[in-house]
């Protein structure tokens, strides 16, 4: 079996958004995919963090916790305020997403869909594809 690559996880996410698949199929029957899906995202958005610093300063991507690595985007190493911003707040509001608790209602399918777009968003930036900044 091949390794999560931030594009597979988001390819992933989608069938559970579109409930395709066999993954997607059986979540949206089950309950549990709104939280799966931000997680999935959330780890895409991790791993396309962790692959720009393994392209552009492999010391940085040495470092075991990824807030270390978020901050480090805002830098003179990293590719500006803006993108850190972003990616700041797609973490935060997936995390948020992700967490169960019983008093909070699941992520809308707009909700994930939005962030979905806005990590892919994220990830083309990182790989050096320039792109519009989302609104």
């Known amino acids: 079996m091949t390794a999560p690559t931030p594009r597979r996880c ?36 991790e791993g396309g963090v962790d692959a720009y610093w393994r392209r552009t300063r492999p010391t940085v991507a040495a470092l075991r916790h990824g807030r270390p690595k978020q901050l480090m985007l805002h830098g003179r190493l990293g590719p500006g305020a803006a993108v850190a911003r972003r990616v700041a707040f ?3 509001a997936l995390s948020a ?15 994930l869909r939005r962030l979905h777009t806005e990590v892919s968003a994220l990830l083309s930036q990182l790989e050096g594809r320039t792109e519009t900044p989302m609104p």
Do not use: F, N
């Not at 409930?19 to 059986?26: D, E, F, M, Q, T």
């Not at 997403?97 to 909700?111: F, G, N, R, S, V």
């Open 10 to 45: 988001l390819a992933a996410a989608d069938e559970l958004l579109r409930g395709a698949g066999p993954l997607g199929a059986s979540g949206v029957t089950a309950g549990w995919w709104p939280r799966a899906c931000a997680g999935l995202i959330r780890l895409a958005l």
């Open 90 to 92: 797609a973490w935060a």
């Open 97 to 111: 997403a992700a967490d169960h608790h019983c008093y909070e209602l699941a992520p809308t399918t707009a909700e």
